[in-house]
């Protein structure tokens, strides 16, 4: 007897995957960071370039993105950008300088993945009405599974074959996995030229809504962190513990992000109980998050043992967890 999964659950699970991906690529660099520095002789100040520019064209790339999903195909979108960015990953290997970082690793990358999430997220909410809450947070673990993954692979990667072995093999597979997403999401039907949402309507639909700011302020305050966290905690705990790259790879993001992977759970589930009963539940739940995971922040800089380090990353991304879980529901 063959049981068929409906497709739902199925677009979730393929998405997942192709989530997964999007962050791993991304974390790979911070985790051979050691090697790139050595071999390219590049400073902290460079390096740290490379993170933020693709930051940045992530942050301007992305409204663009998001209307581009309201009157295009999504389904394309989400696999054209699978493989924009997993091609740009693959060549970011062949890298010989910081030009070629900035222009590949950082804007070519940037742009690609900055197309997937509005696109996917709209997927999920279209497929997904009484349970939101809990698909985005399962979709949000391929994050945390997608970090903790990158962080082993390409830790060991990196340790016995080189920082360009990273990228080459991740960019390799998410071009395969695109092909795999090619043939098995269902294509959606773009609107017509009637039913397209003007562009300055939208604008002015979000400029007088609360919710996005507020939303908008405070996930800037955690991407703030996260940028920063991700970068450098892999060298942090290279350079100042002595660990090797496959342990500092491994325990930077695997305490915080099984931890994490519990909190998003957790707040998934208890962000659609709470939402029956009130909007506002959401934010409010939110709210809570942020400052309960302050206090490890303050912990995680104040205290000089690795065992502190590691308990701080772990109450962090409990927090971070609940709080990611309502990202996109919320709004």
């Known amino acids: 007897m063959t049981i068929r999964l409906p497709y739902r659950w199925e677009l979730l699970g393929w998405l997942w ?16 960071l050691p090697l790139i520095k050595a071999d390219l002789r590049l400073s902290d100040v460079e390096v740290g370039l490379v993170a933020s520019m693709l930051t940045l064209a992530l942050a301007v790339t992305i409204p663009f993105a998001g209307y581009a999903g309201d009157i295009l195909s999504r389904k394309r979108i989400v696999v054209y950008s699978l493989l924009a960015w997993s091609a740009a990953t693959l060549v970011t290997g062949f890298g010989n300088g910081l030009i070629w970082l900035i222009l590949v690793r950082s804007l070519a990358t940037g742009v690609g993945e900055a197309f997937y999430a509005p696109s996917a997220f709209a997927l999920i909410g279209q497929h997904h009405q009484e349970t939101r809450g809990r698909a985005m947070a399962i979709h949000q673990t391929s994050l945390y599974v997608g970090v903790v993954g990158s962080g082993l692979v390409a830790g060991w990667l990196g340790q016995h074959y080189g920082w360009r072995a990273a990228f080459w093999a991740f960019g390799g597979a998410g071009i395969f996995l695109a092909v795999a997403l090619g043939l098995r999401l269902r294509d959606t039907i773009p609107p017509t030229k009637e039913e397209r949402p003007k562009l300055g309507v939208v604008a002015g639909t979000l400029a007088r809504t609360p919710t996005v700011a507020f939303l908008s302020i405070g996930l800037s305050a955690l991407v703030f962190v996260n940028v920063g966290y991700l970068t450098w905690m892999p060298a942090q705990l290279h350079e100042r513990f002595g660990l090797s790259l496959v342990e500092a790879g491994f325990a930077s993001m695997f305490y915080h992000h099984v931890t994490a992977f519990c909190g998003v759970l957790l707040g998934g589930w208890l962000s659609d109980r709470i939402a029956r009963r009130r909007a506002s539940g959401r934010m409010e739940l939110q709210a809570a998050a942020l400052l309960a995971g302050a206090p490890f922040l303050y912990w995680l800089g104040s205290n000089s043992s690795l ?9 962090f991304g409990f927090f971070r967890g609940v709080f990611d879980s309502n990202t996109y529901a919320a709004l």
């Open 17 to 32: 995957l192709a989530y997964l991906f999007n962050q791993a690529d991304r974390q790979a660099f911070s985790i051979v």
């Open 307 to 315: 065992a502190g380090s590691l308990a701080a990353l772990a109450g």
